[in-house]
C-alpha cells in the first residue's frame, strides 16, 4: 500500500510556471513507477506523464512535451513535475499515481494508487 498526496496546484497566469509535488507514504516509493494525470470539468482523465522506479525512463504526453519535466526523488519519497509555459487548456485537476508494474505505463487502469489531486488554474 502507498499513499499519495499532491500539492503545488494554484492559480498561474498563462506563459507562468508551476511545480506539483507528490508525497508518498506507507510502502518505499522506489518500488512504484509514478505518472501524473489530469481532468478538466467534463473531459475524461488524461495521461501527462510517467516515470520509471528509478527515474531514468520518464514517458510525455504530446500536447506537454517541451513544456513539462517530471523527476523524483526516492530519497525524499517524492515525484514532481515542472510546469512552464503554461497554457489555459492546463486547467485540469492533477492527480498522481503509482503503478507496481516495472515499466512506464500511459492509462488511468495500469495504476494501482492514486492521490486526491490538485487544480490547477491557468488564466489567459
Known amino acids: 500500500q502507498v499513499q499519495l498526496v499532491e500539492s503545488g496546484g494554484g492559480l498561474v497566469q498563462a506563459g507562468g510556471s508551476l511545480r506539483l509535488s507528490c508525497a508518498a507514504s506507507?510502502?518505499?516509493?522506489?518500488?512504484?513507477?509514478m505518472g501524473w494525470f489530469r481532468q478538466a470539468p467534463g473531459k475524461e482523465r488524461e495521461f501527462v506523464a510517467a516515470?520509471?522506479?528509478?527515474?531514468?525512463?520518464?514517458y510525455y504526453a504530446d500536447s506537454v512535451k517541451g513544456r513539462f519535466t517530471i523527476s523524483r526523488d526516492n530519497a525524499k519519497n517524492t515525484v514532481y513535475l515542472q510546469m512552464s509555459t503554461l497554457k489555459p487548456e492546463d486547467t485540469a485537476v492533477y492527480y498522481c499515481?503509482?503503478?507496481?508494474?516495472?515499466?512506464?505505463?500511459?492509462?488511468?487502469?495500469?495504476?494501482?494508487?492514486w492521490g486526491q489531486g490538485t487544480q490547477v488554474t491557468v488564466s489567459s
Open positions: 506507507g510502502r518505499t516509493s522506489s518500488s512504484y513507477a
Open positions: 516515470i520509471s522506479r528509478s527515474g531514468a525512463r520518464t
Open positions: 499515481a503509482a503503478t507496481l508494474k516495472s515499466t512506464v505505463v500511459t492509462t488511468t487502469r495500469q495504476y494501482d494508487y
